[in-house]
């Protein structure tokens, strides 16, 4: 079964609202779709679960940290991923709690919608 390895963060700012990202789907197989998302993404095959965590904060948000914080969580599970087709596979993740100064300005990368730092209860019902 493949493996995929990735880290995520928690980014806080100083009134504690969390840095998510809203995805909407406008076409393929999730066409239709909506999803929050923490800042975060695989990691390098050699690259230690932290830098991939400060490489993918950079890479979506332009914010370069010197460390991802604390690691709070690291969890093995079966998924799924769409790559022309759906494939099984396990995938490896550790979480990271970072603080940070104001959040972003919002953002339009890669089909993500940065909606800065909302409220943390903001994504519930959505």
């Known amino acids: 079964m493949l493996r995929r390895s990735s880290s995520r963060l928690l980014v806080l700012d100083p009134d504690n609202n969390v840095l998510l990202f809203r995805f909407e789907h406008k076409k393929g197989a999730l066409m ?3 999803f929050w998302a923490t800042p975060g993404g695989g ?19 332009g914010v370069l940290v010197k460390t ?9 599970l ?4 769409l790559l022309a087709r759906w494939l ?9 709690v970072s ?4 959040c972003p300005p919002q953002l339009d990368r890669d089909g993500a919608y940065g909606n800065g730092c909302p409220p943390v209860a903001e994504p519930s019902g959505t």
């Open 99 to 102: 603080m940070s100064g104001p």
């Open 88 to 96: 099984r596979l396990t995938s490896d993740t550790s979480l990271f």
């Open 32 to 34: 239709g779709q909506t």
């Open 68 to 76: 991802a914080g604390r690691q709070v969580a690291q969890w093995l």
């Open 43 to 61: 990691v390098a095959e050699g690259e230690a679960f932290e830098q991939g965590a400060i490489r993918e904060l950079f890479g979506e948000t």
């Open 78 to 81: 079966p998924s799924y991923c």
